[in-house]
């Protein structure tokens, strides 16, 4: 059995599906990790919703603000309404039971067998990875509850910008959301810096992409996340980032992680990617 991670789809269901090919993915026995983002800008949202919904636990994938964006608007949030492609999954036969499956998706996921954690976006350095885990289980209660609709329609903005335990309600909802779902630069002080998108080296000083912050709890934990394409594909201590902008002309990338052996040797990570043409003009999301 193989186990892939996969990058950003956003709808780009064609290059998806050929990526598959390519990693001769064999679903009686494999296995897939997506980082969340499957829908919207790109051209084929629904198809994508429809394959990964069809391979059922052949496949884990996170939350992402993209699909979280989906859930919003299906409830009435028209709030970026403007920056979807989403119609023809809202106007779906099937949407009621895409929309519910999506909404049951986990925030995060961790393999403690294989070592890896997979999250969209990023983490505070004031988290521990359990600490991680239990943020993302509140995000997840409130998104299966019954009161679901509330969450979805306040979840966006920028504040608070800073971790407090005493945090409670929506602030302490959206404080998680913003964190696993849209994080990329941190202040030096700990302070979620959601204004910076662009490319590591474009941010004010002290600003600090998430996962070099040096006193960062979860340095020692391998994890896996999406999100930034303008950084394409990254492989530093520990983290792995797979956006590398197929959505935007750059490359639908995919690591294995089920550490494949040569004799006693681990095989080095490395990624595997397929060249895309792209449906946007290269940018920040």
């Given at each position: 059995?193989?186990?892939?991670?996969?990058?950003?789809?956003?709808?780009?269901?064609?290059?998806?599906?050929?990526?598959?090919?390519r990693l001769?993915?064999?679903?009686?026995?494999?296995?897939?990790?997506?980082?969340?983002?499957?829908v919207?800008?790109?051209?084929?949202?629904?198809?994508?919703?429809?394959?990964?919904?069809?391979?059922?636990?052949?496949?884990?994938?996170?939350?992402?603000?993209?699909?979280?964006?989906?859930?919003a608007?299906?409830?009435?949030?028209?709030?970026?309404?403007?920056?979807?492609?989403?119609?023809?999954?809202?106007r779906?036969p099937?949407r009621?039971?895409?929309?519910?499956w999506?909404?049951?998706?986990p925030?995060?996921?961790?393999?403690?067998?294989?070592?890896?954690?997979?999250?969209h976006?990023?983490?505070?350095p004031?988290?521990s990875?359990?600490?991680?885990?239990?943020?993302?289980?509140?995000?997840?209660?409130?998104?299966?509850?019954?009161?679901?609709?509330?969450?979805?329609?306040a979840?966006?903005?920028?504040?608070?910008?800073?971790?407090s335990?005493?945090?409670?309600?929506?602030?302490r909802?959206?404080?998680?959301?913003?964190?696993?779902?849209r994080?990329?630069f941190?202040?030096?002080?700990?302070?979620?810096?959601?204004?910076?998108?662009?490319?590591?080296g474009?941010?004010?000083?002290?600003?600090?992409?998430?996962?070099?912050?040096p006193?960062?709890r979860?340095r020692?934990?391998?994890?896996?996340?999406?999100h930034w394409?303008?950084?394409?594909?990254?492989?530093?201590?520990?983290?792995?980032?797979?956006?590398?902008?197929?959505?935007?002309?750059?490359?639908?990338?995919?690591?294995?992680?089920?550490?494949?052996?040569d004799?006693?040797?681990?095989?080095?990570?490395?990624?595997?990617?397929l060249?895309?043409?792209?449906y946007?003009r290269?940018?920040?999301?």
């Amino acid at each position: 059995m193989s186990i892939y991670a996969v990058g950003d789809i956003q709808g780009c269901y064609r290059e998806l599906r050929q990526l598959l090919d390519r990693l001769r993915f064999d679903p009686g026995v494999d296995r897939l990790w997506l980082v969340g983002d499957l829908v919207n800008r790109g051209p084929e949202s629904l198809a994508v919703l429809r394959f990964v919904h069809d391979l059922d636990d052949r496949a884990v994938t996170v939350l992402g603000n993209h699909d979280l964006h989906l859930l919003a608007l299906a409830e009435g949030n028209t709030r970026h309404a403007g920056k979807s492609t989403l119609e023809a999954v809202l106007r779906a036969p099937d949407r009621d039971a895409l929309l519910h499956w999506l909404r049951h998706r986990p925030l995060l996921h961790r393999d403690p067998e294989l070592g890896f954690t997979m999250i969209h976006a990023g983490l505070p350095p004031q988290w521990s990875l359990a600490d991680a885990e239990a943020r993302a289980h509140e995000l997840e209660s409130a998104l299966r509850g019954p009161d679901y609709r509330t969450y979805l329609m306040a979840m966006y903005g920028n504040k608070p910008k800073r971790w407090s335990p005493d945090l409670t309600g929506i602030e302490r909802l959206r404080f998680i959301t913003n964190c696993l779902t849209r994080l990329r630069f941190c202040a030096l002080d700990g302070a979620l810096a959601l204004g910076e998108k662009g490319e590591i080296g474009s941010q004010a000083a002290g600003r600090l992409p998430w996962f070099r912050m040096p006193d960062r709890r979860t340095r020692d934990d391998r994890i896996i996340f999406g999100h930034w394409s303008t950084i394409g594909y990254l492989a530093e201590h520990n983290v792995w980032g797979l956006d590398s902008g197929c959505l935007w002309g750059g490359a639908l990338t995919a690591i294995r992680i089920d550490s494949p052996n040569d004799g006693d040797e681990k095989r080095p990570i490395t990624p595997i990617q397929l060249d895309c043409v792209g449906y946007l003009r290269p940018g920040s999301k």
